[in-house]
C-alpha cells in the first residue's frame, strides 16, 4: 500500500464532452494522464463508467428537488441533458456511449505504465430499477407483500417485469428510498454470491473499486434497515460479513487490488478492520466545514493506522464545491490541512481552478466556468510541495501549540504537525480560525549550528532563527487569519537541500 496516495475524481460521463461531443475513454490523449502524475496523483477514480437505466428517467429524474438542482447548475439545460444517475446500475458492462471493455483495460494499462492504478465504482446497495439484472435475477432482490407495498409506496414498488411481486427500493435508513434502485437482499447467500460475482469481474478490469455507501450492506445496519422487510425465516441473518469474505476471496488472488469504502455513522474503522484499504473520512470534513481548529485537532489524535487508511478532502461528487462550502481563504487552509496529514488525499476534477458549482449526477452536461487565477496558483504550489518525499514516506507528529503569552488565548486556532524523512523536515502550521493568531511551537532539533534556517516554500520566504531561542522558548509563530507556514529545514546544513 502506497504512502499517503492522491485520488483525482473525475465525473467521466460529463468531463470526457471536452475531447468532442461523441468522444470515447480511447480519444482522451495519453498527456492527460501523464499530467496528473506529474503532479502527484497515484490513483484515477471514473465513477460513471457503468451502463445505468435510461428508462426509469421520466419517472425519476425530473422531481421538483432535481429540477431545482439543474436549474442552479445549468441554466440551459434541456430533457435531453437529464442522463440518469450512475448509481441506477443497468449492468456492470461499460457504458457503450463511452467505450467497451478493451478501451477500459487499455487506459488500465496506460495508467499502470504511468505508475497510476484505475479505481471504478462498485454500488454493492442495489440496481437500477429497471435494470436487467431485476428482470433475470429477482430471486437476488429484496421482495415484500403486496401489503407492504400498499401501506410504503414510495419505499417500494411494483416491476412490470413481474407483476406479482413487489419489490424494495434502496435507501439509506435516515432518508427517503431512492426511486429510481432495487434494494438487493444481503440475507441471501445467492445475492452475495452474485455480488461477489460481479466484483470478480471488475477485478479484472482495474486496480480497485470505490465501494459507495459501503456500510449499508454489513449485517446489523441491513438488519436494522430492513428488519420489518426481509423474511428472517426464509433467510436468517448471517454470520460472515460479505465484506470480509469478498475482500480475503479477490485478494487471495489480486493482492494489490485496492478496496475503497465510502462510509459514514462513525464506521470507518469497522470497515477498515473486514479488510477495506481507505475509508471516506467525512467527519474531518464536517469538522472542517463547521468546527475550528480544536475538534480539527483531535480529530488528528486518532490511531496512525486508521489515519493512514483514511480519505481526507475539501470536495467530492456528493459534497458542495470547496470554494461555495468554505470561502476562499478558508478552503484553502482547508486543502494545506487534507494534503498534509497521513491518509489519502481526495480531489475532484476541478477543484484546482476554483469551480464552484456543484454538478448533480443525473445531469450529462456542465456550465462553463472561467478559472480562478488565485486558486490556480495557490494548488499549482501546494501540488508541487506535496511531491516532496518526506511527505510520503517520512514520519508524522502532531505538535502542540504553547500560547506566545500568558494571557494570550489564540494558540486554539492554530495547527502544527511535522514530518520527518532522514535529515529532511517538513513543519505545517495553519491558522485555522477568521482572527490573527499567535503561538510558540516547541520540538526536537538535531542542529550543530547556532541558527535554524527556515524556508517558507508556501509563501517564497526564509527565516533565520536563533537555535537557543527556538530550543528554550519556542518557534514564535504569528498567522492572519486562515493562513499557513510549509517550512522545510534540514537538520545537516552539510546536506544539499532543494528547495524549490
Not at 429484496?142 to 400498499?150: A, I, P, R
Not at 433467510?235 to 460479505?242: A, G, Q, T, V
Amino acid at each position: 500500500m502506497l504512502n499517503n496516495p492522491k485520488l483525482y475524481e473525475i465525473n467521466i460521463r460529463v468531463w470526457i464532452k471536452k475531447f468532442g461531443p461523441n468522444a470515447k475513454i480511447n480519444d482522451i490523449p495519453v498527456s492527460v494522464w501523464s499530467d496528473l502524475r506529474a503532479k502527484g496523483i497515484n490513483f484515477i477514480w471514473l465513477p460513471g463508467v457503468w451502463s445505468s437505466c435510461r428508462d426509469n428517467i421520466a419517472d425519476t429524474c425530473f422531481t421538483p428537488e432535481l429540477i431545482k438542482q439543474y436549474n442552479a447548475a445549468l441554466k440551459d439545460w434541456t430533457k435531453d441533458d437529464v442522463i440518469g444517475s450512475p448509481f441506477s446500475i443497468n449492468d456492470y458492462v461499460i457504458n457503450s456511449d463511452l467505450g467497451t471493455e478493451a478501451d477500459v483495460l487499455q487506459l488500465k494499462k496506460i495508467l499502470n505504465d504511468l505508475g497510476m492504478a484505475l479505481i471504478l465504482d462498485f454500488i454493492p446497495n442495489h440496481f437500477g430499477s429497471t435494470s436487467r439484472v431485476l428482470r433475470e435475477n429477482p430471486e437476488i432482490f429484496l421482495s415484500v407483500d403486496k401489503k407492504s407495498f400498499e401501506e410504503e409506496p414510495h419505499t417500494y414498488f411494483s416491476s412490470p417485469f413481474h407483476p406479482d411481486l413487489y419489490f424494495a427500493h434502496g435507501r439509506d435508513p435516515f432518508f427517503p428510498a431512492w426511486r429510481d434502485t432495487v434494494q438487493l437482499n444481503y440475507f441471501n447467500p445467492f445475492t452475495r454470491d452474485y455480488m461477489s460475482g460481479v466484483l470478480q469481474h471488475i477485478s479484472q478490469l482495474c486496480d480497485g473499486v470505490r465501494c459507495s455507501m459501503s456500510m449499508l450492506i454489513l449485517n446489523n445496519v441491513f438488519g436494522n434497515t430492513w428488519s420489518g422487510a426481509a423474511d428472517q425465516h426464509k433467510y436468517p441473518e448471517l454470520n460472515d460479513e460479505f465484506w470480509s469474505t469478498t475482500i480475503n476471496e479477490i485478494k487471495s488472488f489480486n493482492p494489490g487490488f485496492i478496496f475503497i469504502a465510502e462510509t459514514y455513522w462513525n464506521l470507518e474503522k469497522s470497515l477498515q478492520n473486514l479488510g477495506f484499504d481507505y475509508t471516506t473520512d467525512k467527519v474531518l470534513y464536517d469538522k472542517l466545514k463547521n468546527n475550528g481548529a480544536n475538534e480539527v485537532r483531535g480529530h488528528l489524535t486518532a490511531d496512525m493506522n486508521m489515519q493512514q487508511k483514511s480519505i481526507r478532502f475539501v470536495e467530492k461528487l456528493e459534497e458542495e464545491r470547496a470554494l461555495r462550502a468554505f470561502g476562499h481563504d478558508k478552503s484553502m487552509a482547508a486543502a494545506i490541512i487534507t494534503t498534509t496529514i497521513p491518509g489519502l488525499t481526495l480531489f475532484q476534477d476541478g477543484q484546482w481552478v476554483g469551480k464552484k458549482q456543484k454538478q448533480p449526477l443525473q445531469l450529462g452536461r456542465e456550465a462553463k466556468e472561467q478559472p480562478h487565477p488565485k486558486i490556480e496558483k495557490f494548488y499549482e504550489k501546494l501540488l508541487q510541495i506535496t511531491n516532496d518525499r518526506a511527505l510520503k514516506d517520512g514520519a508524522w507528529e502532531l505538535l502542540f501549540c504553547h500560547r506566545a503569552w500568558d494571557d494570550n488565548h489564540t494558540n486554539l486556532n492554530l495547527l502544527a504537525w511535522k514530518w520527518k524523512l532522514a535529515v529532511r523536515n517538513i513543519l505545517v502550521v495553519v491558522n485555522y480560525s477568521p482572527v490573527q493568531s499567535q503561538c510558540l511551537l516547541k520540538f526536537g532539533l538535531s542542529i550543530a549550528d547556532d541558527r535554524l534556517l527556515l524556508n517558507d516554500v508556501l509563501n517564497g520566504k526564509i527565516y533565520i532563527r536563533s537555535l537557543a531561542e527556538v530550543t528554550d522558548l519556542g518557534l514564535y509563530i504569528d498567522l492572519p487569519p486562515y493562513k499557513s507556514h510549509i517550512f522545510i529545514y534540514d537538520e545537516d546544513y552539510s546536506a544539499s537541500g532543494n528547495y524549490y
